[in-house]
């Protein structure tokens, strides 16, 4: 058995960071040269009078107490958690559960405790919040005591776990010890953004300024902090703090006049400020840049135009090229694409299961509509792809594609022997575009299910891993190619959102299934650990209890089964680590202090 390995990867990049950014530091071509005039707003339109995607049936109904209960038992399992924690590894950054010790694989900061505050608050753990105050107080951020690193801090964790829990926690508590931490952080942190065009390297020693990773990036890297330097600004009224965080967006808004539409690339070059490769992807290295754009534009009542127009140009991008349904089964999935014939790799990654929760929050908040675009200014491509959207209600396109979506990461749970879904699934090669379904079915007068909601999306096919070949191949349509579980919050994720977005109580059956397996399969007697593989029961375990599982997965669970709703998703706003934060508008002397005009 492997209980006693420790699994490579324990970063969440975006978990992939790590490995990602070693990889990318020889690739420093540029291909993108074009201009787009993103500026430009015009009226709306009415939206086309489609069909609605098809309701769903029927969903069980559990009474209201048994969900408060069930709330009580992920509160249950924070606490076991976060004691084993406690008890094992205090003054490190996350507990190995198997070793009953601790490791410092984030700067040596106890990254659990700041990862946890705001899940203590949403569930009224007020004892454990006033107790690890003191631990964040006494926290020295320029001393790094990294597994990996040395003395740097990597700049993409340290700002979603670190900056964000703490102003995550200071909005839900009022608490100035937090804000002041966030801002004596976040000065720190600063200097990494001395780029030409003010776009983060990879990390920082925050005791000298000295800086690692080079020219070469990632997306995630380099575009997922715009939220917490916004809400810094808001919340201190710093001026420096506005202007970084205000320069990410600029130089995506610069980039994306050159690409005249479209997604942004995975892979980045600094020197010149746009992306070096053409491979387009929503899993790990890419997927939090893209989330942010309409996470900023929400952040800030509505008002960002430049983000929205990104959000929806990549949008387009996303539904007309990178989403796929398989032969047999029709569940629909999304994938990594390259090269201007947009080539697919058919490989499904946990970590993009957040898109459709997503789409999902965009359908909810949004008055989605393209003539926000003007397509005159896009490419050739991208005036295609927002001309064949058109014909289509695209809220309610969004919404269905999410449903879709949510559904076929559910079933790569549903179908292990564990109940928990594996890190990445290699589909069928012979799968084939889902909009190419789509406009068949349209053309067809919308008869039936839409694409990737029939019968057969919708239903498990179980299997064994002595039943699973190395090739797709149908019942499944899929093969395991990554088959530990990393206790990821993604899916949940989206789950939650499609809870909150529809009201379907499926979506918290669902969840309730997948928390079981969890106490089921990762429970151990000193935390919780991640799996070996989803494909055998009881599983094998590997040595690490990530602080994300306390500050995302049991958070989302909380979320979805509490009968209180504390962050209504139309008054805050997650970044990728969970942490909310408040919707705002600038006042009058605010736009006249940060020079934000709107």
């Given at each position: 058995?492997?209980?006693?390995?420790?699994?490579?990867?324990?970063?969440?990049?975006?978990?992939?960071?790590?490995?990602?950014?070693?990889?990318?530091?020889?690739?420093?071509?540029?291909?993108?040269?074009?201009?787009?005039?993103?500026?430009?707003?015009?009226?709306?339109?009415?939206?086309?009078?489609?069909?609605?995607?098809?309701?769903?049936?029927?969903?069980?109904?559990?009474?209201?107490?048994?969900?408060?209960?069930?709330?009580?038992?992920?509160?249950?399992?924070?606490?076991?958690?976060?004691?084993?924690?406690?008890?094992?590894?205090?003054?490190?950054?996350?507990?190995?559960?198997?070793?009953?010790?601790?490791?410092?694989?984030?700067?040596?900061?106890?990254?659990?405790?700041?990862?946890?505050?705001?899940?203590?608050?949403?569930?009224?753990?007020?004892?454990?919040?006033?107790?690890?105050?003191?631990?964040?107080?006494?926290?020295?951020?320029?001393?790094?005591?990294?597994?990996?690193?040395?003395?740097?801090?990597?700049?993409?964790?340290?700002?979603?776990?670190?900056?964000?829990?703490?102003?995550?926690?200071?909005?839900?508590?009022?608490?100035?010890?937090?804000?002041?931490?966030?801002?004596?952080?976040?000065?720190?942190?600063?200097?990494?953004?001395?780029?030409?065009?003010?776009?983060?390297?990879?990390?920082?020693?925050?005791?000298?300024?000295?800086?690692?990773?080079?020219?070469?990036?990632?997306?995630?890297?380099?575009?997922?902090?715009?939220?917490?330097?916004?809400?810094l600004a808001r919340a201190t009224g710093s001026k420096e703090h506005f202007d970084v965080g205000n320069g990410v967006i600029q130089g995506l808004e610069n980039a994306m006049k050159s690409l005249k539409g479209g997604m942004f690339a995975t892979h980045w070059n600094l020197g010149v400020g746009k992306p070096g490769s053409d491979t387009r992807s929503m899993g790990g290295a890419a997927d939090s840049g893209h989330e942010y754009l309409l996470k900023q534009y929400l952040l800030t009542g509505n008002e960002d135009v430049a983000n929205l127009q990104m959000y929806l140009l990549m949008t387009n991008e996303v539904l007309t090229r990178l989403l796929y349904l398989t032969p047999t089964r029709q569940m629909m999935y999304i994938t990594d694409v390259g090269g201007s014939k947009y080539v697919p790799t058919h490989k499904f990654e946990h970590l993009s299961c957040f898109f459709p929760g997503l789409l999902a929050l965009g359908a909810h908040t949004l008055p989605l509509n393209l003539s926000v675009i003007d397509p005159s200014g896009l490419s050739a491509e991208a005036q295609r792809q927002h001309r064949v959207l058109s014909q289509y209600n695209l809220r309610d396109l969004h919404l269905a594609v999410a449903e879709a979506l949510t559904t076929s990461c559910y079933l790569m749970y549903k179908d292990q022997p564990s109940g928990l879904g594996p890190d990445i699934a290699d589909m069928h090669p012979k799968s084939t575009p889902w909009i190419d379904a789509l406009e068949k079915w349209h053309a067809g007068g919308n008869k039936g299910p839409m694409p990737g909601l029939s019968a057969k999306s919708t239903t498990s096919v179980p299997f064994t891993e002595t039943e699973q070949g190395t090739t797709p191949e149908a019942p499944s349509d899929y093969a395991i190619k990554r088959g530990v579980y990393l206790l990821r919050p993604e899916t949940i994720e989206s789950i939650y959102i499609m809870w909150k977005v529809t009201g379907d109580p499926i979506w918290r059956e669902r969840g309730w299934e997948i928390f079981l397996s969890i106490e089921k399969e990762t429970k151990t007697p000193d935390g919780y650990a991640s799996l070996m593989s989803v494909m055998q029961s009881p599983a094998p375990k590997a040595d690490e209890q990530p602080s994300y599982f306390l500050a995302e997965t049991l958070k989302y669970f909380y979320l979805l089964f509490s009968n209180d709703d504390p962050v209504p998703l139309d008054k805050w706003v997650f970044n990728t680590e969970a942490h909310p934060f408040p919707i705002f508008r600038w006042n009058e002397w605010e736009k006249h202090k940060f020079n934000i005009s709107t």
């Open positions: 058995m492997a209980q006693g390995h420790s699994i490579s990867s324990r970063l969440k990049a975006t978990r992939y960071i790590l490995a990602a950014v070693a990889a990318v530091v020889v690739i420093s071509t540029l291909c993108y040269v074009q201009s787009f005039d993103g500026s430009r707003w015009s009226a709306y339109t009415p939206w086309r009078d489609t069909p609605s995607p098809p309701t769903p049936p029927a969903s069980p109904t559990t009474p209201a107490p048994v969900w408060d209960a069930r709330a009580a038992q992920v509160k249950d399992a924070f606490l076991y958690a976060y004691r084993k924690y406690l008890k094992h590894a205090t003054g490190y950054d996350e507990l190995l559960p198997l070793s009953k010790a601790g490791i410092n694989n984030f700067n040596a900061w106890n990254v659990t405790v700041v990862d946890s505050l705001d899940t203590m608050l949403l569930m009224g753990l007020y004892d454990q919040f006033a107790a690890a105050l003191p631990m964040v107080q006494n926290g020295d951020y320029t001393k790094v005591d990294h597994v990996f690193f040395g003395s740097s801090a990597p700049f993409f964790e340290t700002v979603i776990r670190y900056l964000g829990g703490l102003l995550s926690a200071y909005a839900l508590s009022g608490e100035m010890i937090l804000l002041n931490k966030a801002d004596y952080l976040a000065n720190l942190l600063e200097p990494a953004f001395n780029t030409a065009h003010g776009f983060p390297v990879f990390a920082i020693n925050p005791a000298t300024n000295e800086t690692m990773g080079g020219l070469s990036s990632i997306l995630a890297q380099i575009a997922s902090c715009q939220l917490e330097w916004t809400y």
